[in-house]
C-alpha cells in the first residue's frame, strides 16, 4: 500500500513499537472497529431521522478506516520493529475475514431496514466473495507461489468502495433515496469480487502450467 511509505504511517507505527504494542492486538482492533462499525450500520437501516441516520453512515465510513489503520499497522510493526509472534499469520488473517463479513452483512441489513429487502442477501453475498478471494489466494500460497493481492476488489478496493458508499447513502435523502446507494454499492463489491475471484483463479491455473512445464 502506497500509504505505508507516508511519513505519518511510519511515525504512528514507531509511535506504536517503541510503546510495545502488540501487533496481535493491532490486528484484534480490526475486528473491534468492525463491530462499532456493522453496529452503526445496523442502526442507521432503523433511524427514520435522516441527519441522525446520516450521522451513522458516517461514522461507520469513519470505522472502515480505522479497520483499514490497524490493518497496515499491525504489519509495520511486526515487520519493522520486529514484535511479530509464532501465531502472527493467525492474527494477520482471521480477524480481517471476521471483519469483512461484519462489515458487509451488516451493510446489507442496513439496506434491508430501509425497506430493500434483497439488501440482506446482497450483504451476505459479498462476504462470502470477500472471503472466497483469500481463500484463493491462500490457496496460491499453499501452493508456494507468492501471494496475489490483484484486484479489481481486494481488500483495500472493497473497503473504500464501502466507505464511499457510506458517506453517498449519508446524503441520499437529499435527492428522495431510501437505502438504494448500498444496494448499489453492495452490488458494485460483490460484482468486482466475482472478477477478482476469477482473475486470480485464473492466474493461480497459469502458475500452475507454467510450473508444470518447467518440471518437465
Known amino acids: 500500500?502506497?500509504?505505508?511509505?507516508?511519513?505519518?504511517?511510519?511515525?504512528?507505527?514507531?509511535?506504536?513499537g517503541a510503546a510495545r504494542i502488540s501487533p496481535d492486538i493491532i490486528s484484534l482492533f480490526s475486528v473491534v472497529f468492525a463491530v462499532l462499525g456493522a453496529a452503526l450500520l445496523l442502526t442507521a437501516g432503523l433511524e427514520t431521522q435522516p441527519v441522525l441516520r446520516g450521522l451513522m453512515l458516517v461514522m461507520a465510513a469513519v470505522m472502515v478506516?480505522?479497520?483499514l489503520l490497524a490493518n497496515m499497522?499491525?504489519?509495520m510493526v511486526a515487520v519493522?520493529?520486529?514484535?511479530?509472534?509464532?501465531?502472527?499469520?493467525?492474527?494477520?488473517e482471521l480477524p480481517d475475514r471476521i471483519a469483512d463479513a461484519l462489515f458487509l452483512v451488516a451493510a446489507g441489513y442496513a439496506a434491508w431496514g430501509m425497506g430493500l429487502t434483497a439488501g440482506s442477501w446482497l450483504g451476505w453475498l459479498a462476504a462470502l466473495l470477500a472471503v472466497l478471494t483469500a481463500y484463493v489466494r491462500e490457496?496460491?500460497?499453499g501452493l508456494d507461489?507468492?501471494?496475489?493481492?490483484?484486484g479489481p476488489m481486494a481488500k483495500p478496493h472493497r473497503m473504500f468502495a464501502l466507505t464511499v458508499t457510506c458517506v453517498l447513502s449519508a446524503v441520499e435523502p437529499l435527492w428522495g433515496g431510501d437505502g438504494q446507494v448500498l444496494m448499489i454499492g453492495l452490488g458494485v463489491i460483490a460484482a468486482g469480487t466475482v472478477w477478482t475471484v476469477v482473475r486470480r483463479t485464473r492466474t493461480l491455473g497459469k502458475r500452475l502450467?507454467?510450473?508444470?512445464?518447467?518440471?518437465?
Open 1 to 16: 500500500l502506497k500509504t505505508r511509505s507516508k511519513a505519518w504511517a511510519g511515525a504512528l507505527a514507531s509511535a506504536l
Open 80 to 92: 519493522e520493529h520486529g514484535l511479530g509472534s509464532s501465531s502472527g499469520p493467525i492474527w494477520n
Open 139 to 141: 490457496l496460491g500460497r
Open 65 to 67: 478506516q480505522l479497520r
Open 73 to 75: 499497522l499491525d504489519g
Open 209 to 216: 502450467e507454467e510450473r508444470d512445464r518447467n518440471s518437465q
Open 145 to 150: 507461489f507468492p501471494a496475489d493481492f490483484s
